[in-house]
């Protein structure tokens, strides 16, 4: 079974600072997408990297995905309070089903 | 933009008692998916459907569980008799082939 690992599980900081969530597993995945999700809302989809290497931008948001596909990254830049929620990075496995990551909160204060 | 709606938002239920939430994947979407999110846990993979059959479940999704496409547009999920732990956010997802899903908003089930 595929399994993907989240750090930090929490992240608190001031508006302004930078910071990288990382998504890591031992298994290859063919795409990782990266999701955020507001409390009592649906994960809404920020991005999907597909190849090796791969860096997408998103204004503030960076995503990198691992050469070896197994990882993936997601660096802010001068983080705002509405950066502040749930970041989850998911992969296909199997057909078609998604698996989630353990997830990371992030909390930004003004 | 097109978006995957879920109704209801929210649903609470006595244990014993069939629940029927119900999903409008996106208009052109082929492939569709229920998830779910107990409070605090990850988000899990309960079934697959495309081609108006289950292409793929979870081990969660037992006899309790069943899932029908009723007409070109909805997509429901039903417990037939909700157990406590049965209690957790219900997720609509689609696709239209590619691999990036779109999920709905979500309904919050409380089986009491």
């Known amino acids: 079974t595929q399994l993907l690992e989240q750090s930090p599980q929490f992240l608190s900081i001031q508006e302004g600072e930078n910071l990288t969530v990382y998504c890591n597993s031992s298994?290859?995945?063919?795409?990782l997408q990266w999701y955020r999700q507001e409390p009592g809302e649906g994960p809404v989809l920020l991005v999907t990297?597909?190849?090796?290497?791969e860096v997408k931008k998103l204004k503030r948001l960076t995503f990198q995905f691992g050469d070896a596909r197994k990882d993936s990254s997601l660096h802010i830049t001068a983080a705002q309070p509405g950066d502040t929620g749930l970041y989850l990075c998911?992969?296909?496995?199997?057909?078609?089903?998604?698996?989630f990551g353990t997830g990371t909160r992030l909390q930004v204060f003004p | 933009e097109p978006e995957v709606t879920q109704t209801p938002s929210h649903q609470v239920t006595q244990m014993g008692q069939e629940v029927i939430l119900r999903c409008v994947p996106i208009?052109?979407?082929?492939?569709f998916y229920w998830y779910r999110q107990i409070l605090g846990q990850k988000v899990e993979f309960l079934v697959s459907?495309?081609?108006?059959?289950?292409?793929?479940k979870s081990e969660i999704f037992d006899d309790q569980f069943s899932v029908e496409r009723p007409d070109g547009s909805n997509f429901t999920l039903k417990i037939r008799s909700t157990k406590l732990e049965d209690s957790a956010m219900y997720f609509c997802?689609?696709?239209?082939?590619?691999?990036?899903?779109?999920f709905g908003p979500g309904t919050r089930l409380l089986v009491l």
């Open positions: 998911a992969g296909p496995q199997g057909t078609d089903k998604l698996i």
């Open positions: 298994s290859v995945f063919s795409s």
């Open positions: 990297v597909v190849t090796g290497g």
């Open positions: 208009s052109n979407h082929l492939y």
């Open positions: 459907f495309y081609n108006n059959e289950i292409s793929e």
């Open positions: 997802a689609s696709h239209r082939g590619g691999e990036t899903q779109y």
